[in-house]
């Protein structure tokens, strides 16, 4: 049986007329929080947060994910904002983190600017996993495949109203936290939490849950959870992520059964790869960490898609991820298409109006 997979969602609510974010989180949890549903707040109060159940298939993940949408959208709409998948605001500064549950007020208080109208928004994949050991293993080799996954996934061109010259601006705007970005290649579960005991004695970071790297173990669930991805434009572009995330997860732990080593891929190249995956998204370059050179970023997709085949096959998701990377390729990632809306009306409201109609495609 393939792992079970589950995915977080976090979201802003804008005002329907400004497109600015409103500090509407707390009401909108409130209203739609349900024995079915799993809602959080975040660090803004202009932001909300979805999580799926632990699903068994892709088909099922993209029915409990089209249901989040859906009542967050109603929620908010009745509160008097709009739901909007973006990576980063498009317009507008979100609020503080002054009316936040305390741990963000706490974090507002010790990081000052960091987190200061923060509304940046993530998509988070957990896969199942054996244990903490197996999942730093799996850490180390799917730290390769990282920039692949965030160049599909970028969603932020636009900040405070202007063209940030980058496909992901919000992985730039994250990467200043300072756990933030790709993980260190870790040789054992011993070896992980020496490290993240040391920064959290040193003061650096308050506790585990500020442990922001794109891939981490889990503290509180068996799974490993890559969390590198803005969140998505549509459901499906959602879901298309974790059936790749989870076949690369599947993949690592095949190579590690077998006693084969993860890629020695250095952190700066990892690093380096992610902030051009970030700069120019899927249609652009990016860097083949392997031979370490540049190569188109469809090329690296092609070339993720060949290494995970047999794990997708083995999860009977090979058909519907490849369908999905084609309609990718076809209509362009969040970026893309939010690029396309300006250059069609000139308008920053219009992309901001293409962003809020896309978030709840599909989902009625």
């Not at 739901?83 to 936040?100: E, H, K, N, R, Y």
């Not at 890629?263 to 995956?277: I, N």
């Not at 370059?285 to 690296?300: I, K, T, Y």
């Amino acid at each position: 049986m393939p792992a079970t997979v589950g995915v977080e969602e976090e979201f802003l609510i804008v005002h329907p007329r400004t497109r600015e974010p409103v500090p509407l989180g707390a009401a909108v949890a409130e209203a739609v929080n349900s024995d079915d549903l799993d809602i959080q707040l975040e660090l803004s109060p202009a932001q909300v947060e979805s999580a799926s159940g632990v699903c068994a298939d892709l088909l099922q993940l993209r029915e409990q994910l089209q249901l989040g949408r859906r009542r967050l959208a109603q929620a908010a709409e009745a509160a008097g904002g709009r739901l909007v998948a973006v990576g980063a605001p498009i317009l507008g500064t979100p609020p503080d983190a002054t009316s936040s549950p305390p741990r963000y007020r706490l974090i507002g208080e010790r990081y000052g600017a960091l987190a200061k109208g923060s509304g940046l928004c993530g998509c988070h994949v957990h896969v199942e996993v054996s244990s903490t050991e197996a999942a730093v293993q799996v850490s180390n080799f799917l730290r390769p495949w990282l920039p692949v996954l965030l160049a599909l996934t970028a969603n932020s061109p636009f900040f405070h109203g202007a063209e940030t010259g980058y496909a992901s601006w919000r992985s730039l705007l994250w990467s200043r936290w300072p756990l933030a970005g790709p993980p260190p290649y870790f040789e054992s579960e011993r070896h992980y939490r020496a490290m993240v005991d040391e920064l959290i004695d040193c003061g650096v970071i308050l506790d585990r849950a500020m442990i922001y790297w794109h891939v981490r173990p889990s503290e509180h669930v068996p799974t490993i959870e890559v969390r590198i991805a803005d969140v998505a434009a549509t459901v499906d572009d959602a879901v298309l992520l974790a059936g790749v995330v989870r076949a690369l997860v599947a993949t690592a732990v095949d190579a590690i059964g077998r006693g084969e080593p993860a890629p020695a891929v250095s952190h700066e190249l990892v690093r380096a790869a992610c902030w051009q995956a970030a700069r120019e998204g899927p249609a652009g370059r990016g860097v083949d960490l392997l031979q370490g050179r540049p190569v188109p970023a469809w090329e690296m997709v092609d070339r993720l898609l060949a290494h995970v085949r047999p794990a997708l096959r083995a999860s009977g998701d090979d058909a519907l991820v490849t369908a999905m990377v084609k309609q990718l390729r076809a209509r362009g990632c969040g970026a893309d298409q939010q690029r396309e809306d300006y250059g069609r009306a000139g308008d920053i409201l219009a992309v901001v109006d293409g962003v809020i109609e896309r978030t709840v495609a599909g989902v009625n």
